[in-house]
């Protein structure tokens, strides 16, 4: 079942990735990213980034806070998701990166792969090893009960939209397994990938050092 926010009008994709802002900011997201970048660096060195399917580029901004020698490219294929995401940014195509080989330290990427097939993933990977230094990085949802029935069982609380409520639940089902996102990068070629769990966040972490 395809996500709505892939179809969605510029106005309601704001109020959709403010929802995805509020769950990074809250469940753990930002956390796993300062741990996982973490592993390499430290507060006040400079490398750069570059997050790919960078939506809103949140995720982006909470590195600089954290590491504010960090340069963070955000690539998405939709310039209307990118509106307020801070430069530098591109408009582009994951699977046609305009870089050459070693072109960043790290290559990341939030809530992004669960939107393709094994093999589309493992292309990803592959690419993202090529033209990363330092590793590939990777922060997507556990598959499970408790992630799949969070957003209908929490809208109460914290008012999602309907954008929100469908496509939480749908990713969740296309979504991964620990051994299976860690197959899916062996088989890229990420012969170092270690993946971890998140808890009580429901995230898996991918961390490959090239």
Request: hydrophobic share 45%; glycine share 8%; charged share 25%.
């Amino acid at each position: 079942m395809p996500e709505k926010l892939d179809h969605a009008g510029p106005e309601e994709a704001l109020d959709n990735l403010q929802d995805l802002v509020r769950v990074n900011k809250y469940f753990g997201g930002y956390a796993t990213l300062r741990r996982i970048v973490g592993e390499f660096v430290r507060p006040d060195d400079h490398f750069s980034v570059l997050d790919v399917g960078a939506a809103s580029g949140d995720m982006g901004a909470a590195l600089r806070h954290a590491y504010p020698c960090a340069t963070v490219t955000s690539l998405d294929r939709k310039p209307d998701h990118l509106r307020h995401a801070a430069l530098p940014k591109l408009v582009g195509d994951a699977f046609r990166l305009p870089f050459s080989e070693g072109s960043f330290d790290f290559v990341f990427s939030s809530f992004f792969l669960h939107h393709f097939s094994d093999e589309e993933i493992v292309r990803l990977l592959a690419s993202f090893g090529s033209i990363g230094r330092r590793a590939v990085l990777a922060i997507d949802l556990e598959r499970g009960p408790l992630a799949y029935h969070f957003m209908p069982a929490t809208r109460w609380l914290f008012g999602w939209h309907d954008i929100s409520m469908h496509d939480g639940p749908v990713s969740v089902q296309a979504a991964f397994k620990r051994d299976e996102l860690a197959a899916l990068a062996k088989k890229a070629g990420l012969s170092k990938a270690r993946v971890s769990t998140h808890r009580p966040w429901a995230r898996l972490s991918l961390v490959a050092p090239l």
